[in-house]
């Protein structure tokens, strides 16, 4: 269960600023601080004990931590969070690190896409001092040869992309809830059968008018049943919909209607099949936005206390592509690494839109 995070609006004006003092002191130098520490950076005199007080009050909204009984406070993940999300105050790109960024994209202007972000990513991570991460601009116009889905947890699969062209390319997703790692592999089954020659967009538009066409042919035939009195919908056009056979189903004689009636639960498990395949092309071809992943926030790296600062870039139709960070220690400064990859992810941005990419 995920602690709820505390709002500013909580902590006094006083628990405010030490809350703050303690972060900043913390980030800068990465040791635990003490409230003597903090009594001499105050401009009003507030005595070592009323500082204290205000730490441990802060430590019991889980926002501080005592690594040691006799040491300062250091800001735990929710501190940090609230930290990011609420006093953060973001600077401006050094005029030496726009440079140095610049001056990667400017080198080997007539390289290939991959070639341009391995260097930005060379670039960025010396900028930083940390770990750079770069996800290459999706090939949405590209024709697909095959796919897969592989099955990675509950709530996470791999969907894995053979273009025509020979490349491949990995992409993370949440199936919906209840999808089974076999209805995943009849949907890769499926699809593979029709997306020969066909892109990502044109793919998911094949399966939509699939749903129409059963959608149509389920109406067609259950019309008359209805009207009749052997049949009656329930929750008509929803996602839960149904067809409620009445009992009197059981003496039908007519051989049109039983077949009519098998029909229908063949359309019915057609129909489920198809949207489920849809939700997960959705989800194939969706895309997250900026996010700070601060420790445990993110499972990909919670266990070494590192954090990811990720920022999305778009192409020239304001379509996000790919994706720009780097990953460090918790304590990263996140007020200039935040507008460090905010200003490359930009660049990147305006640099793949004029070249070809698939």
């Known amino acids: 269960m995920n602690t709820p995070l505390p709002q500013l609006s909580e902590l006094s004006e006083r628990s405010r600023e030490v809350f703050r003092r303690v972060v900043e002191s913390y980030l800068a130098s990465g040791d635990p601080v003490g409230s003597r520490t903090l009594t001499r950076d105050f401009s009003e005199r507030i005595s070592a004990a009323t500082i204290r007080n205000v730490m441990q009050d802060l430590e019991h909204l889980g926002l501080l931590d005592s690594p040691h009984v006799s040491a300062g406070r250091i800001p735990t993940h929710l501190g940090l969070r609230l930290f990011v999300d609420g006093l953060l105050e973001i600077g401006s790109v050094s005029v030496e690190d726009r440079e140095r960024i610049d001056a990667s994209s400017s080198e080997g202007e007539r390289s290939d896409v991959a070639a341009l972000l391995d260097k930005v990513g060379t670039t960025l991570s010396g900028v930083t001092h940390s770990a750079a991460i ?3 601009p999706k090939r949405e116009q590209a024709s697909i040869r095959h796919l897969e889905f592989v099955s990675l947890a509950a709530d996470r699969a ?6 025509s062209d020979g490349q491949v390319e990995n992409r ?3 199936p919906p809830p209840g999808l089974t790692p076999s209805a995943m592999r009849e949907a890769a089954n499926f699809l593979n059968a029709v997306a020969a020659g066909t892109t990502l967009s044109e793919l998911r538009a094949k399966v939509r008018h699939e749903i129409g066409q059963r959608r149509q042919e389920i109406d067609s035939l259950a019309q008359g049943l209805v009207e009749a009195g052997i049949a009656v919908w329930e929750n008509p056009g929803d996602r839960g919909e149904r067809l409620i056979v009445r009992g009197r189903a059981n003496l039908l004689e007519e051989a049109a209607e039983v077949d009519d009636l098998s029909r229908i639960r063949r359309l019915f498990d057609d129909l489920e099949r198809a949207r489920d395949i849809a939700d997960v092309l959705d989800l194939t071809e969706g895309s997250d936005g900026v996010r700070i992943f601060i420790g445990s926030e993110n499972k990909l790296f919670s266990l070494s206390g590192s954090s990811l600062v990720v920022s999305p870039y778009m192409n020239a139709d304001r379509k996000v592509v790919g994706a720009i960070g780097v990953i460090g220690p918790t ?14 992810a930009q660049l990147v941005g305006r640099l793949v839109s004029g070249r070809t990419t698939g």
Not at 158 to 163: M, Q, R
Not at 331 to 344: E, F, K, M, Q, S
């Open 331 to 344: 304590r990263l400064n996140y007020g200039r690494v935040v507008p460090i990859v905010d200003y490359t």
């Open 172 to 174: 993370i997703l949440t």
């Open 134 to 136: 770069v996800l290459a």
């Open 158 to 163: 791999l969907v894995v992309l053979v273009f």
